[in-house]
């Protein structure tokens, strides 16, 4: 069972501090639309510009990130990652206190922690890939995924009844600290990491960002796993701030309730992440890619039918389940073939390229998703979203391409 099977003391450790980082994400999770929203009185443009612009920006300062990351050992960056986030998280609730906190500051957080998060994923990719044996990689993935879901389960509902007793930047803090548990935890993890090789001082600064997206781009199945990517979590990711304004504001949801709305569905991830060695092993992985690929795309216009009360709950949670239990198993399954098929010199560059081409696609959406809500209201704009996403399995890779030894890009000094 992929539950069981033992990946060693150190994978332990990494595992361990992915999961006080996750929780801790988990009862954050929509803090700051929320705080946007009940405290700063924000309407739909400004709460889809708190999660398109904060991630923009954040994706800018990444770019710079990505080739400083491939030519350093990757567990100091991972740990300067969490305490940076840990430090910036920090203002939020000491802001609130003073009676400081505003717009612009928030969008500043988001920022600074959507490029360390991004250069964290970037550096624990790397690291993973030589931490674990090559056959465990999809074990692991798994693993981090079905941490991921189980966390969001459980945070938002523990969120919202911490926000409705102890104020709105409660999460927050919580959240903060869990970035610097995490940063503790990995500093337990023991294992010899060489240092990375460069023959050259200038390859660093050559190729850059640019030798990751050239990777991607020369790959054909990468290619059309990006594609399809970027487009699906951009526009499942635009209906957040939507749900926030539709929920909380033009149908009366407590916070509770808008935290459950979201928290109870993530219980399929546990589900799906764990089917996914066995269905690889049955299926295929490209039976994966094509068929799971699809079904995550064709429910979010289920969203467009949400109401008041009990109904427009239920609702909400049986369309966001749909999406979790096929993305929960789609999602280990890519991230593993993304390693499997990108060399080790190019690791920290590739994803990076990848984290940063999904987050533009997701600033780029939700901040289009916001201005069509505030036109049209949030159901129109959930409506469109819905229509675009079935269009995304046209992108999905027709046949399974894999090279067993992947072609290096070559960086010009």
Known sequence: ??????????????????????????????AFPLIAVVVLHAGPAEVSALSAVGPAMGVLIAVPLAPWVEFRRKRP????????????????????AFGWLGFVQLLVVSAVVAAAKIAFNAAAGAYLKGLVRPDDLLVANARFESTNWSSIAVGPPLGGAAIGLFGPVTTVVADALSYLFSALGITAVRGREEAPRTTDKGQARAGGLSD?????????????LYLNNMLVAGLIMATEPLLAVLLLRRLGFPPWQYGLAFAAPCLGGLIGSRLARRVVARYGRHAVFRTVGTLRAIWLIGLVFVRPGVVGLVTVIAVELAIIVNMSLYTPVLATY???QTPKHLLARTLSAWSIGQQAAIAVLTALGG???????????????????????LLLPRHDHVASEPEPVCSRS
């Open 212 to 224: 990751g997206w050239r990777h991607i781009m020369g790959h054909p199945g990468l290619r059309a």
């Open 1 to 30: 069972m992929v539950g069981r099977r033992p990946l060693g003391r150190d994978f332990g450790w990494l595992w361990a501090a992915y999961a006080v980082s996750a929780y801790g994400s988990g009862l954050g999770f929509g």
């Open 77 to 96: 960056v991972m740990i300067a990652m969490d305490l940076t986030r840990f430090a910036v998280m920090a203002t939020v609730p000491v802001a609130y």
């Open 338 to 340: 993304r390693l499997e």
């Open 371 to 393: 201005l069509l809500a505030d036109v049209t209201g949030p159901r129109t704009a959930l409506t469109v979203a819905g229509l675009l996403i079935l269009t995304t399995p």
